[in-house]
């Protein structure tokens, strides 16, 4: 990269203008360096671009087309190009002040602005100040100038993001499940961090199984797993495990039911649901009128009978280990996370009733038994990132009115060392109260005009003058906002296997051959 890039002309508050150097190339997004004068440091992003010259006026360009043939092309190409070229036409690079260094290498908010004509270049590894901050202990990529790719690592500090919440967005095929392998290869790696992924598609154990550090740190779960996959672990619950809310978050209940299923809980205890499944559904009648004096309809029990049967099928809902000292499923899980595993939830061969109330009671159990410890417990204990997809099913503007467990989260989890990263397609689906929660967004490409601004007015950052970029990302392109870096930073995510190869260099790692390559970024 060529440092010199040229001279500043104009500065008003943190908006500058400085004249692109000839045969120099800048583009929407480039972050350059201003010089200051007192050996102080001003980081820009160019965000737009115009071109002056003294024929600009009506006059200049009259003139210029008297150059012209009848048919308007050039009728002596050498007096044209003197017109044009020299000092007579410069271009004009807009940009916006994103932070500044002092002399004595400290990074600040912009404060002030540089001198007239200061020299503008582009960054280098000698910009320190700036790049350790954007550097972060999760490696997600490398710095993105334009059309530029600087090795200049870029990631995410676990411990400042992952307990306040993030945010991916991108449209289908924008590398949203790239970036989640390449964040959850991070967390292996840092062994700091316990990560809990909901795989809705079953994509993730294929490529992270690749990992070196597999063993010791994924655990993977299924609830009919592969018999030839001998690291996935059979996904089981107990009828003790399951409580009213789980089956209230999966399927939508008129107010009776709603009402049958919390009175049955009460009456039958724990194992209220195994009941249900073994009585018939007269003799529950009976039982609820016995014990409430309320007469249900048989079709309100029998709606819930249908519902629990079927989740208990999907789910492998049963008695075992419950009256044994061996730890149940759920349990293990919960061990696993506290030691910094990422634990795997394949979800594709369960109905959307089965993987909600699953979705739901994980999360639930993860949230109660971290609430549950003593401050210093929860001090020395591991933070945890439940990364949820197609989020705007559990967070969307009605299912957030709900207050269930995913809403619940948004709002509580911080406190006891528990953070959501939300997954969508259409950020605009999701209720303006989860958005604003999101303190570290991961915005990849949009499509929509609507979903783009939503996030402009939810960041916390100002994106408003990033609009053309981010526009224009391409697969594997996204744009980093988060609340402890100085400005929202464009960043080229990694491909997972050349990431992988890269940080285990004495390994080979390969895509799937079944894999095309050009779907490694895609979702």
């Known amino acids: 990269m060529t440092e010199y890039k040229g001279r500043l002309t104009y500065a008003k508050g943190t908006y500058m203008e400085f004249v692109v150097a000839p045969n120099q190339d800048v583009d929407f997004g480039n972050i350059l360096v201003v010089e200051g004068k007192n050996r102080d440091r001003f980081y820009i992003r160019a965000y737009d671009f115009k071109i002056k010259s003294r024929w600009s006026g009506m006059n200049g360009v009259s003139y210029l087309m008297s150059k012209l043939d009848e048919n308007g092309q050039v009728a002596n190409q050498e007096e044209l190009d003197f017109y044009l070229g020299g000092n007579h036409t410069v271009k004009i690079g807009i940009a916006e002040q994103l932070c500044y260094v002092d002399a004595d290498g400290q990074l600040f908010n912009p404060k002030t602005c540089p001198d007239f004509f200061c020299e503008v270049r582009g960054l280098t590894a000698d910009d320190t100040a700036l790049l350790n901050e954007m550097k972060g202990d999760l490696e997600i990529g490398y710095l993105k100038s334009g059309r530029e790719i600087l090795e200049l690592p870029v990631g995410i500090f676990g411990s400042k993001a992952i307990t306040e919440h993030i945010g991916i967005f991108g449209t289908t095929g924008s590398g949203k499940s790239n970036l989640v392998k390449v964040l959850s290869s991070s967390i292996i790696d840092s062994q700091n961090y316990g990560l809990l992924i909901f795989d809705v598609h079953n994509e993730y154990y294929r490529d992270l199984s690749l990992h070196p550090h597999v063993n010791e740190r994924l655990a993977v779960y299924n609830t009919n797993p592969d018999i030839e996959?001998?690291?996935?672990?059979?996904?089981?619950?107990?009828?003790?495990?399951?409580?009213?809310?789980?089956?209230?978050?999966?399927?939508?209940?008129?107010?009776?039911?709603?009402?049958?299923?919390?009175?049955?809980?009460?009456?039958?205890?724990?194992?209220?649901?195994?009941?249900?499944?073994?009585?018939?559904?007269?003799?529950?009648?009976?039982?609820?009128?016995?014990?409430?004096?309320?007469?249900?309809?048989?079709?309100?029990?029998?709606?819930?009978?249908?519902?629990?049967?079927?989740?208990?099928?999907?789910?492998?809902?049963?008695?075992?280990?419950?009256?044994?000292?061996?730890?149940?499923?759920?349990?293990?899980?919960?061990?696993?996370?506290?030691?910094?595993?990422?634990?795997?939830?394949?979800?594709?061969?369960?109905?959307?009733?089965?993987?909600?109330?699953?979705?739901?009671?994980?999360?639930?159990?993860l949230l109660l038994h971290y609430a549950n410890k003593t401050e210093t417990a929860r001090t020395e204990t591991k933070p945890v990132m439940i990364v949820l997809e197609e989020a705007h099913r559990f967070l969307g503007k009605k299912e957030q009115s709900t207050q269930n467990v995913f809403a619940r989260l948004v709002s509580e989890a911080r406190k006891f060392n528990i953070g959501l990263c939300v997954v969508d397609q259409q950020p605009r689906l999701l209720a303006d109260k989860v958005l604003s929660q999101l303190n570290t967004l991961f915005i990849l490409g949009l499509a929509s005009k609507a979903d783009r601004g939503k996030l402009e007015s939810m960041c916390r950052k100002d994106i408003l003058q990033q609009r053309n970029e981010i526009?224009?990302?391409?697969?594997?392109?996204?744009?980093?906002?988060?609340?402890?870096?100085?400005?929202?930073?464009?960043?080229?995510?990694?491909?997972?296997?050349?990431?992988?190869?890269?940080?285990?260099?004495?390994?080979?790692?390969?895509?799937?051959?079944?894999?095309?390559?050009?779907?490694?970024?895609?979702?």
């Not at 409580?243 to 209940?253: G, L, M, Q």
């Not at 014990?291 to 249900?296: E, V």
């Not at 930073?489 to 050349?498: C, L, Q, S, T, Y």
Request: proline residues 4%.
């Open 229 to 365: 996959r001998k690291k996935t672990n059979k996904l089981m619950l107990r009828y003790d495990e399951i409580d009213p809310e789980d089956i209230t978050a999966c399927a939508t209940f008129s107010e009776p039911q709603l009402d049958a299923i919390y009175k049955l809980s009460g009456v039958l205890g724990e194992r209220w649901m195994e009941y249900i499944l073994q009585y018939d559904t007269d003799d529950i009648i009976e039982e609820i009128a016995g014990c409430t004096g309320q007469k249900f309809q048989s079709r309100t029990i029998s709606k819930i009978k249908s519902i629990c049967w079927n989740l208990q099928q999907e789910l492998n809902i049963s008695n075992e280990n419950s009256d044994s000292d061996q730890d149940s499923v759920i349990t293990q899980m919960l061990t696993d996370l506290e030691q910094g595993k990422v634990v795997l939830i394949e979800l594709k061969n369960i109905s959307p009733v089965g993987e909600q109330a699953l979705s739901t009671l994980l999360s639930k159990k």
């Open 471 to 523: 526009k224009n990302l391409d697969c594997g392109e996204m744009i980093i906002a988060t609340n402890y870096m100085r400005f929202a930073a464009p960043v080229k995510v990694h491909k997972f296997e050349e990431y992988l190869a890269r940080m285990y260099s004495n390994i080979s790692v390969e895509s799937p051959k079944s894999i095309p390559p050009q779907s490694a970024f895609a979702m």
